[in-house]
C-alpha cells in the first residue's frame, strides 16, 4: 500500500497523513493517532530514503544503551518499550540504531553521534537522579526524550514517566489498611531515579502511618530473581520477618514466591506480596485474578508515546520540551490478604 492508497483508505488527504504520519505538530493529535494505527494495521512502510532526500533527515532514532557492572539495562522492560517505540518508527518511516557503550564512553558516543548525523534524535534510559547526559544532550542540540526523570537537574527537558512515588505509595498504603506492619521493600537501584521515587512513596505512607521505617526490611539491587530470592530468605531468618513486601519487579517477585514456597508459606495467606508489573509481553501478570497484586503502566505504551514525542519533537522542535506523567492502576490479585494473627494488634 502506497500513500495515495493509504489515505484513500482513511478518507484523508495525501497531506495530512504524510504530515501526521511525520509528526508535523498541526495535525490535531486525535487524528494522528488514528492515521498512525490504521497505517500499522494496514502494513504501510513509508519509503524511508525517498523521505530522507525529500526532508534531510537521517530517518532514524538512536538508543545508546549502557553497559554497566553497576546495572543492566539489556533486560526484558527494555525489550518491550523498543517494540513499542519500534511500531511507531516504522509507521513513520524510520529505522532504528541502537548503540552499545561502556559507561566512561557515553559522551564520547554522543559527540560522534551529532558529528555524523546518522540519527535525527534520541530516547535516553535509564536516568539517574542527576544525570548529565541531560546537560550534554542538551549542549549537543539534538531532540531527545528521557524514559523517566532525573530528580535533581533543574534544567528543562523533554520527559516521559510513570508516577512511581505514588504508585508505590498507594501499593504500601494498601498493606498498611490490611492491617500489616511490618513491611518489606526489595527495590531496584536507588541510584536510578525510579527507584528512589518508588521508596520515597513507600516511606511517606510508612511516616503517614506511625510506622518506624526498618532499615532491614530494606533491599536495593539490580531486579532480578535471586535478589527476590535471596532477600526473602534473609528476611525471613529474622526474628520478627515481614508479613509484607514490595517489590520494584514482577521478575523480583517471582523469587519471592521460590523463597516462601521452600519454606511452605502461602502468598496472600501467611504473607503478602505486592509488586510492580510492567505489564511484560512474555511475563503476563493477567488472569481473571491476577497472580500477584500489583501497580501495572505498561512499558511497551511507554515506548509508543515516547517515540511520538520524539517525532514529534523532530519534525518541530521549537514544540518543547514536552513532558508527560503517567499513573499506574492497582491490580489486585492473589498475593495479598490481611496480615496474619501474629502481626500483633493494629495501632
Given at each position: 500500500?502506497?500513500?495515495?492508497?493509504?489515505?484513500?483508505?482513511?478518507?484523508?488527504?495525501?497531506?495530512?497523513?504524510?504530515?501526521?504520519?511525520?509528526?508535523?505538530?498541526?495535525?490535531?493529535?486525535?487524528?494522528?493517532?488514528?492515521?498512525?494505527?490504521?497505517?500499522?494495521?494496514?502494513?504501510?512502510?513509508?519509503?524511508?530514503?525517498?523521505?530522507?532526500?525529500?526532508?534531510?533527515?537521517?530517518?532514524?532514532?538512536?538508543?545508546?544503551?549502557?553497559?554497566?557492572?553497576?546495572?543492566?539495562?539489556?533486560?526484558?522492560?527494555?525489550?518491550?518499550?523498543?517494540?513499542?517505540?519500534?511500531?511507531?518508527?516504522?509507521?513513520?518511516?524510520?529505522?532504528?540504531?541502537?548503540?552499545?557503550?561502556?559507561?566512561?564512553?557515553?559522551?564520547?558516543?554522543?559527540?560522534?553521534?551529532?558529528?555524523?548525523?546518522?540519527?535525527?534524535?534520541?530516547?535516553?534510559?535509564?536516568?539517574?537522579?542527576?544525570?548529565?547526559?541531560?546537560?550534554?544532550?542538551?549542549?549537543?542540540?539534538?531532540?531527545?526524550?528521557?524514559?523517566?526523570?532525573?530528580?535533581?537537574?533543574?534544567?528543562?527537558?523533554?520527559?516521559?514517566?510513570?508516577?512511581?512515588?505514588?504508585?508505590?505509595?498507594?501499593?504500601?498504603?494498601?498493606?498498611?489498611?490490611?492491617?500489616?506492619?511490618?513491611?518489606?521493600?526489595?527495590?531496584?537501584?536507588?541510584?536510578?531515579?525510579?527507584?528512589?521515587?518508588?521508596?520515597?512513596?513507600?516511606?511517606?505512607?510508612?511516616?503517614?502511618?506511625?510506622?518506624?521505617?526498618?532499615?532491614?526490611?530494606?533491599?536495593?539491587?539490580?531486579?532480578?530473581?535471586?535478589?527476590?530470592?535471596?532477600?526473602?530468605?534473609?528476611?525471613?531468618?529474622?526474628?520478627?520477618p515481614p508479613t509484607a513486601v514490595l517489590t520494584s519487579s514482577v521478575i523480583t517477585a517471582?523469587?519471592?514466591?521460590?523463597?516462601?514456597?521452600?519454606?511452605?508459606?502461602?502468598?496472600?495467606?501467611?504473607?503478602?506480596?505486592?509488586?510492580?508489573?510492567?505489564?511484560?509481553?512474555?511475563?503476563?501478570?493477567?488472569?481473571?485474578?491476577?497472580?500477584?497484586?500489583?501497580?501495572?503502566?505498561?512499558?511497551?505504551?511507554?515506548?509508543?508515546?515516547?517515540?511520538?514525542?520524539?517525532?514529534?519533537?523532530?519534525?518541530?522542535?521549537?514544540?518543547?520540551?514536552?513532558?508527560?506523567?503517567?499513573?499506574?492502576?492497582?491490580?489486585?490479585?492473589?498475593?495479598?490478604?490481611?496480615?496474619?494473627?501474629?502481626?500483633?494488634?493494629?495501632?
Amino acid at each position: 500500500m502506497n500513500l495515495k492508497q493509504l489515505s484513500e483508505h482513511l478518507g484523508l488527504s495525501q497531506t495530512t497523513v504524510s504530515r501526521a504520519l511525520n509528526g508535523y505538530p498541526e495535525v490535531r493529535e486525535e487524528t494522528r493517532r488514528r492515521i498512525v494505527s490504521v497505517a500499522r494495521e494496514v502494513g504501510y512502510i513509508p519509503n524511508a530514503r525517498a523521505k530522507g532526500l525529500a526532508t534531510g533527515r537521517a530517518m532514524s532514532i538512536g538508543h545508546v544503551i549502557p553497559v554497566s557492572k553497576a546495572h543492566e539495562m539489556v533486560n526484558p522492560v527494555f525489550a518491550d518499550f523498543i517494540s513499542g517505540a519500534s511500531e511507531v518508527y516504522t509507521a513513520a518511516g524510520y529505522d532504528l540504531t541502537l548503540s552499545m557503550v561502556e559507561d566512561g564512553a557515553q559522551e564520547a558516543r554522543y559527540r560522534d553521534i551529532r558529528a555524523k548525523g546518522n540519527v535525527d534524535g534520541l530516547i535516553l534510559h535509564g536516568p539517574h537522579r542527576t544525570d548529565h547526559r541531560i546537560d550534554l544532550l542538551s549542549e549537543l542540540g539534538l531532540p531527545f526524550v528521557v524514559h523517566g526523570r532525573a530528580s535533581d537537574m533543574d534544567a528543562p527537558y523533554s520527559w516521559i514517566d510513570m508516577n512511581n512515588r505514588r504508585a508505590f505509595k498507594r501499593a504500601t498504603q494498601l498493606l498498611i489498611e490490611l492491617g500489616h506492619r511490618r513491611i518489606a521493600l526489595i527495590n531496584g537501584l536507588e541510584t536510578m531515579d525510579f527507584a528512589w521515587r518508588r521508596r520515597e512513596g513507600y516511606l511517606a505512607a510508612l511516616e503517614e502511618a506511625g510506622i518506624a521505617p526498618n532499615p532491614e526490611l530494606m533491599v536495593q539491587g539490580e531486579m532480578t530473581e535471586e535478589l527476590g530470592y535471596s532477600a526473602m530468605r534473609k528476611m525471613r531468618g529474622m526474628d520478627a520477618p515481614p508479613t509484607a513486601v514490595l517489590t520494584s519487579s514482577v521478575i523480583t517477585a517471582i523469587g519471592v514466591r521460590h523463597a516462601l514456597d521452600e519454606t511452605g508459606l502461602t502468598l496472600g495467606r501467611d504473607i503478602s506480596l505486592v509488586t510492580h508489573d510492567d505489564d511484560l509481553g512474555y511475563l503476563r501478570n493477567r488472569a481473571a485474578v491476577p497472580v500477584f497484586t500489583a501497580t501495572r503502566s505498561s512499558v511497551r505504551e511507554h515506548g509508543k508515546r515516547a517515540a511520538e514525542m520524539l517525532l514529534s519533537l523532530i519534525a518541530d522542535p521549537e514544540t518543547g520540551p514536552v513532558q508527560e506523567l503517567l499513573e499506574a492502576d492497582l491490580i489486585i490479585g492473589r498475593s495479598t490478604g490481611p496480615a496474619p494473627a501474629l502481626e500483633g494488634p493494629v495501632v
